[in-house]
């Protein structure tokens, strides 16, 4: 079981997620800490070898928990967010650190809406995370 013997993390100031609204708008981005701190999503990741060209692919997820109230009003799951301090835990090989499995507090991160510029990789500039209005 991946959870317990191939624990990954993504580390990053911002994450998407949520609805369409209307042709201009796209997902609510979401931050930790009001941007000040990193974000630490846990993941698992597993090799598997491909039976028609016998090729190892490797294969990464975020790790979802249900949502707090802030992410609830956009969507069903959240990524499981990691404290700094945790990182290393979650990482171990402590085979049962599934107590960080839970919401992170919704007190401590802050959402917008932002455009559809967010959606291809030739948009790579920082104003891509501007907001285009208030998401509530």
């Not at 609510?28 to 016998?54: H, Q, S, Y």
């Not at 499981?80 to 049962?96: K, Q």
Request: glycine letters at 6%; proline letters at 9%.
């Amino acid at each position: 079981m991946p959870a317990r013997t191939s624990r990954a993390g993504s580390v990053s100031s911002t994450g998407q997620s949520g609805r369409d609204v209307d042709a201009s708008s796209s997902p609510d981005t979401f931050v930790r800490d009001g941007g000040k701190l990193m974000c630490g999503r846990a993941g698992i990741w597993e090799t598997w070898r491909n039976p028609e060209t016998d090729e190892d692919i490797r294969t990464f997820c975020v790790v979802t928990c249900t949502p707090n109230e802030m992410m609830a009003a956009i969507h069903d799951r959240m990524p499981v967010i990691l404290y700094r301090e945790d990182y290393e835990r979650w990482l171990s090989i402590e085979p049962d650190p599934f107590d960080l499995m839970k919401p992170f507090p919704a007190e401590l991160m802050m959402m917008w809406r932002i455009g559809r510029k967010v959606g291809s990789p030739k948009n790579d500039t920082a104003d891509i995370l501007d907001p285009i209005e208030p998401a509530f």
